[in-house]
């Protein structure tokens, strides 16, 4: 089987949107991360970035995952106590950070730090849906983080 690109993508980008965030509001924390050390940088220029981290594979594997995770969990469709963990985001958890760390892991230690930064403000868009009481956003809140750390991990790259 060839992996299906354009339907991943399609599927991380729709359920994101589900979910209520866009990927104009990523880019608009990967502007807060690396604005102050850009002055021409452009909302544009963090959307192009995000565009570009979503499309990898690496990305749309963990994106799936933990969307669906959280997903199938509001659904009543993941078995206790695993469900109970992920409803609750029970810190000790680790699972849905580590999925996390992978995608902001892909350019370096400036992604790794920015999602440490992220996950710890809840940033934007992170913050609406860790707050969420009606929606299981486990996984989501921490994959918007960590496509944001990646894509201004990617800014800062390209433009050093």
């Known amino acids: 089987m060839k992996y299906p690109d354009t339907e991943a993508y399609k599927f991380v980008v729709k359920r994101l949107s589900e979910l209520g965030v866009y990927l104009d509001d990523i880019a608009e924390i990967v502007y807060g991360l690396e604005g102050k050390y850009l002055p021409k940088l452009t909302i544009q220029d963090c959307l192009n970035a995000v565009v570009n981290v979503v499309h990898k594979r690496e990305v749309l594997n963990n994106a799936m995952s933990g969307l669906e995770l959280d997903r199938l969990t509001q659904e009543g469709?993941?078995?206790?106590?695993?469900?109970?963990?992920?409803?609750?985001?029970?810190?000790?958890?680790?699972?849905?950070?580590s999925l996390a760390l992978a995608i902001s892991q892909l350019y370096g230690s400036i992604g790794t730090t920015n999602y440490g930064y992220v996950?710890?403000?809840?940033?934007?868009?992170?913050?609406?849906?860790?707050?969420?009481?009606?929606?299981?956003?486990?996984?989501?809140?921490?994959?918007?983080?960590?496509?944001?750390?990646?894509?201004?991990?990617?800014?800062?790259?390209?433009?050093s």
């Open 119 to 159: 996950d710890k403000d809840k940033t934007g868009i992170i913050n609406k849906l860790d707050t969420d009481d009606y929606q299981v956003n486990t996984f989501s809140d921490d994959i918007v983080g960590a496509i944001a750390s990646a894509a201004a991990a990617k800014v800062a790259h390209d433009h």
């Open 77 to 97: 469709l993941i078995k206790e106590p695993l469900a109970s963990i992920i409803k609750n985001d029970i810190g000790v958890f680790g699972t849905d950070e």
